[in-house]
C-alpha cells in the first residue's frame, strides 16, 4: 500500500508544473479576449 501512495505522489508531482501552466495559459487568454474586446 506504501509503495502505491509514493508512485501516485510522483505523479501529482510531474503533473503540477503542466497544470500550473495550463493555468497561466487559460489566463493569458482571458487577459487577451478583455484587450481585444476593448479595442473594437
Known amino acids: ?3 502505491n501512495n509514493a508512485k501516485r ?3 501529482r ?3 503540477r508544473p503542466a497544470k500550473k501552466l495550463v493555468a497561466n495559459q487559460a489566463l493569458d487568454i482571458d487577459m487577451l ?6 479595442n473594437s
Do not use: D, H
Request: glycine fraction near 14%; hydrophobic fraction near 25%.
Open 1 to 3: 500500500m506504501k509503495a
Open 9 to 11: 505522489q510522483g505523479t
Open 33 to 38: 479576449k478583455e484587450i481585444s474586446a476593448g
Open 13 to 15: 508531482s510531474r503533473k
